[in-house]
């Protein structure tokens, strides 16, 4: 059934992921497909027989039937969902009926033929009917010197069927016709079936689209920065979905946003999403106030005041020091992130990194309550009481409920998840390597979120989970960070 499936424009792969009852579907729609090829090959090789001979009929039988085999394989492969639509909307999508109507016109026409076949015995006796009748009409009228007219052939058994046997030749038409658009209507019919299919080949085609976009940009990022000078990544796409809807942008807004008023265009509020907090910079750092900092600051020496001596012992102090080392005090970088050592934070401190800390050294660390703020999308007074609150040995992803469940990073954006580190969470909820991971979300457009920028590797899990899987994946996730 295999090499059946391939030739009817099936994915056998795809269809090893279906249920038994759904398989049965594909079982049938492919011996309808063969049996609807075997119809219109015979169809052509008895109207060759009828116009040029026998020896015509094998050729146009294989001409035939390769025909209407491409079309069904155009049909089954070719028809699916779109790969620019939601997954989430696949449940309202059923096939069109452009390709019924269009076999059903063909089969009209190509199984002509073999009509004329099945009413062979009437039209027999018919075509020898009118064959005597105009010998005698030519006898009446003394024409002898002249061949008499073809009695026999296809137009002529065409006009006898369609002048004396109207019902039974539309109702056999009919029939036929059926029979070579049966792949079509079955799609149709089934689309309850064919949805699980369609859903999986949405996901295996939108994961490849996806990646070779990524790394298609990575290429032409890596090419431009070479060879135009001041060029700095991300590279701007003039369009609203790339690859997908490539509609372009208008002053980099897409149109489609807009409605036409009378004398502008007016913004459609769509979301009512909050937009991520910025973390605010006051005057007076908020962190000069932590009350755990280990003494009062010093102030530092002005040009008017300090004498040659000072002002050099303050500069090589700023130069072996990082910025603000003398306010706080900061934790070194927990282990596996390289580069710094100990008592000295490092340049980048990601989720991970700031998920291990524990409280007491992270309400000291300037950048790890600047992480937790826009991770947690929460403002820095609001993460600042929670670490005073917490206990110093307790972690930081105990201390907020939220920092490793599933809809806190998912519905992250590309940018932020970037931006703080996520690659690596991310990778483990899509099961995919962290570099890949880190590709498919630069190559991401506008505010597109996690969940959107990973939907094909989300579909499965988001669409098809038990009751009871969501909580497993959460906590499986929660246990690999931790």
Request: charged content about 15%.
């Amino acid at each position: 059934m295999r090499g059946l499936f391939s030739l009817c424009g099936y994915d056998t792969s795809l269809i090893d992921k279906v249920g038994a009852g759904e398989r049965r579907y594909f079982v049938l729609s492919a011996l309808v497909s063969l049996l609807a090829v075997v119809i219109a090959g015979a169809g052509m090789a008895y109207g060759a027989v009828l116009t040029v001979g026998v020896v015509a009929a094998p050729v146009a039988f294989v001409v035939a039937a390769l025909f209407v085999l491409n079309l069904l394989r155009l049909q089954h492969a070719g028809s699916g969902y779109p790969l620019h639509f939601p997954i989430e909307e696949i449940h309202r999508w059923r096939p069109a009926l452009t390709g019924v109507a269009v076999l059903l016109l063909l089969g009209s026409l190509i199984v002509q033929p073999l009509v004329f076949l099945v009413e062979k015995p009437w039209l027999d006796l018919d075509l020898a009917r009118r064959a005597d009748e105009a010998m005698a009409v030519r006898a009446a009228l003394g024409i002898t010197d002249v061949l008499p007219p073809v009695a026999d052939g296809l137009i002529a058994r065409g006009r006898a069927a369609w002048d004396l046997h109207v019902v039974a030749s539309a109702l056999l038409t009919v029939a036929l016709a059926f029979i070579i658009a049966g792949p079509a209507l079955l799609r149709r019919l089934g689309a309850s079936v064919l949805r699980h299919y369609e859903s999986e080949r949405w996901i295996t085609d939108r994961i490849l689209v996806d990646d070779e976009w990524a790394w298609a940009r990575d290429v032409v990022e890596s090419a431009l920065v070479e060879t135009a000078p001041g060029f700095s990544p991300p590279l701007q796409v003039p369009f609203a979905d790339p690859p997908y809807n490539t509609r372009p942008l208008v002053f980099g807004l897409d149109p489609q946003d807009f409605v036409e008023g009378r004398l502008k265009y007016v913004r459609v509020a769509r979301k009512r999403t909050a937009e991520t907090p910025t973390i605010p910079v006051p005057a007076e750092p908020w962190w000069t106030t932590l009350s755990l900092a280990p003494g009062p600051v010093e102030p530092v020496p002005t040009a008017t005041t300090a004498t040659t001596a000072t002002m050099a012992t303050a500069t090589a102090t700023a130069t072996t020091q990082p910025p603000h080392a003398h306010l706080t005090p900061q934790p070194p970088l927990p282990e596996g992130r390289g580069g710094g050592e100990p008592g000295v934070v490092g340049i980048f401190l990601s989720v991970t990194d700031v998920g291990r800390l524990v409280a007491g050294a992270a309400r000291t660390n300037v950048r790890a309550m600047a992480v937790c703020a826009r991770y947690l999308e929460l403002p820095p007074g609001a993460v600042l009481q929670a670490l005073q609150a917490a206990a110093d040995d307790v972690a930081v992803h105990v201390v907020f409920p939220a920092w490793n469940k599933l809809p806190t990073i998912l519905l992250q954006r590309a940018d932020v998840a970037l931006q703080v580190g996520l690659a690596p969470l991310i990778a483990i909820v899509v099961d995919r390597p962290a570099d890949q991971v880190e590709r498919r979300l630069r190559a991401a457009v506008g505010d597109a979120k996690v969940s959107s920028v990973f939907a094909p590797e989300l579909a499965r899990r988001l669409l098809r989970e038990k009751p009871g899987a969501a909580t497993t994946t959460t906590t499986t996730t929660t246990t690999t960070t931790t």
